[in-house]
């Protein structure tokens, strides 16, 4: 299976070569794919944020040629209405996700920079959102990739891999080594 890698207001160029060399144990081929996307609907001026579904939707709607998944990587900070925040969004059993990197910055929380912890924590959140593409819920297992996190402690708390259940369901989606150590 291949992977599309769409950096939409994204500038951390060290931070997408790592996380693109990191997911490339689990993907055939990664492109790092450039589309216009058009983030003015999603805009909310009111919280200074971006609706992450609708941003999910224009991309889906302008109907990207290359086969495989495609994962949004940015720094807008995104929402859904019911929550102040999301780090990301994904299609259940879809081809589309979005991932932003926003709050996983240490510097959001504190004064210092940690560009290993905001790759960790990167990749963690991307290998939820492609969990969900491939058909994954959210697993109750706390160190498990697929575990739902509020806030980047329990994003820190989860391993760096999915739980043995959740690879075992991942075993004919298409994706390599779904048991990666
Ligand atoms: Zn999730
Ligand atoms: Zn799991």
Redesign the pocket.
């Known amino acids: 299976m291949n992977l599309n890698i769409v950096p939409l207001k994204f500038s951390n160029d060290p931070l997408l070569r790592k996380l693109t060399d990191k997911l490339s144990l689990y993907f055939d081929e990664i492109k790092i794919f450039y589309t216009p996307v058009n983030i003015e609907p999603a805009y909310n001026s009111a919280r200074r944020q971006y609706h992450s579904t609708k941003i999910l939707e224009s991309i889906i709607k302008s109907n990207p040629e290359e086969s495989g998944l495609y994962l949004i990587l940015t720094e807008l900070d995104l929402f859904v209405p019911v929550l102040t925040h999301v780090f990301g969004e994904a299609q259940l059993k879809g081809r589309f996700s979005i991932v932003s990197v926003c709050r996983l910055y240490e510097e959001f929380y504190t004064a210092e920079s940690n560009p290993k912890l905001v790759l960790n924590r990167s990749f963690k959140e991307a290998l939820h959102e492609i969990g969900h593409n491939l058909g994954?819920y959210h697993?109750r297992?706390w160190e498990?990739?697929?575990?739902s996190s509020n806030n980047v402690e329990e994003i820190d708390t989860k391993g760096l891999f999915?739980?043995k259940?959740?690879s075992d369901t991942l075993k004919s989606s298409g994706i390599k080594h779904p048991a990666a150590t």
Do not use: T
Not at 144 to 147: A, G, K, P, T, V
């Open positions: 994954l697993c297992n498990c990739i697929m575990h999915y739980c259940e959740c």
